[in-house]
T-cell receptor, first 111, second 113 residues
Framework: SQQGEEDPQALSIQEGENATMNCSYK?????LQWYRQNSGRGLVHLIL?????REKHSGRLRVTLDTSKKSSSLLITASRAADTASYFC???????????FGQGTRLTINP | IAGITQAPTSQILAAGRRMTLRCTQD?????MYWYRQDLGLGLRLIHY???????GKGEVPDGYSVSRANTDDFPLTLASAVPSQTSVYFC????????????FGDGTRLSIL
């Protein structure tokens, strides 16, 4: 069962613009994580936000979490061509010690 | 360089054959995972292991088996491959389950004919 659902499925923007991706989930969580996947490679962890946190920053990444709406957003500021990748959110199923991944957002940064 | 090594990187296999995908990590992580990634379906958990000597079933375990004889290795076996098992398989590990970031290998691309 898919816990996280990303929106949009695909996003294409110009280099230098900001990119926003959204994730919704269904059940209570302890934390939500975002991952990046470059073509032909494995996933790389970007950031983890706990259920008692509302916002977290890491470099050009900003993640928000709204537990009342069961949603999260990932903002990438000042996008670069190297940011072209698929981005996935993942949640823990109420402490089940496992992550459930969404289907991902495919981000394309046009030079 | 510390990380996860998966082998083979790709394989074409006849239906009905047995196949073992290898996964080794050198980070001394307790938890390890196997996922399959299919277009439009994202990553789905096949099996996991929270610590050496224990394993558990994920979302799509049928047709697959795993073992965790030691901390570093977590092989995935397809006893009798079927075409629906054509996929990209990723192994991952984390210090502990759930609240810890997972580290992924670069995958095994498996085609069952």
């Amino acid at each position: 069962s898919q816990q996280g659902e990303e929106d949009p499925q695909a996003l294409s923007i110009q280099e230098g613009e900001n990119a926003t991706m959204n994730c919704s989930y269904k059940t209570s969580i302890n934390n939500l994580q975002w991952y990046r996947q470059n073509s032909g490679r494995g996933l790389v962890h970007l950031i983890l936000i706990r259920s008692n946190e509302r916002e977290k920053h890491s470099g050009r990444l900003r993640v928000t979490l709204d537990t009342s709406k069961k949603s999260s957003s990932l903002l990438i500021t000042a996008s670069r061509a190297a940011d072209t990748a698929s981005y996935f959110c993942a949640t823990d199923e109420g402490g089940a010690q496992k992550l459930v991944f969404g289907q991902g957002t495919r981000l394309t940064i046009n030079p | 360089i510390a990380g996860i090594t998966q082998a083979p990187t790709s394989q074409i296999l006849a239906a009905g054959r047995r196949m073992t995908l290898r996964c080794t990590q050198d980070m001394r992580h307790n938890a390890m995972y196997w996922y399959r990634q299919d277009l439009g379906l994202g990553l789905r958990l096949i099996h996991y292991s929270n610590t050496a000597g224990t394993t558990g079933k994920g979302e799509v375990p049928d047709g697959y088996s795993v073992s965790r004889a030691n901390t570093d290795d977590f092989p995935l076996t397809l006893a009798s491959a079927v075409p629906s098992q054509t996929s990209v398989y990723f192994c991952a590990s984390s210090v502990r389950g759930g609240e810890q970031p997972q580290h992924f290998g670069d995958g095994t691309r498996l085609s069952i004919l």
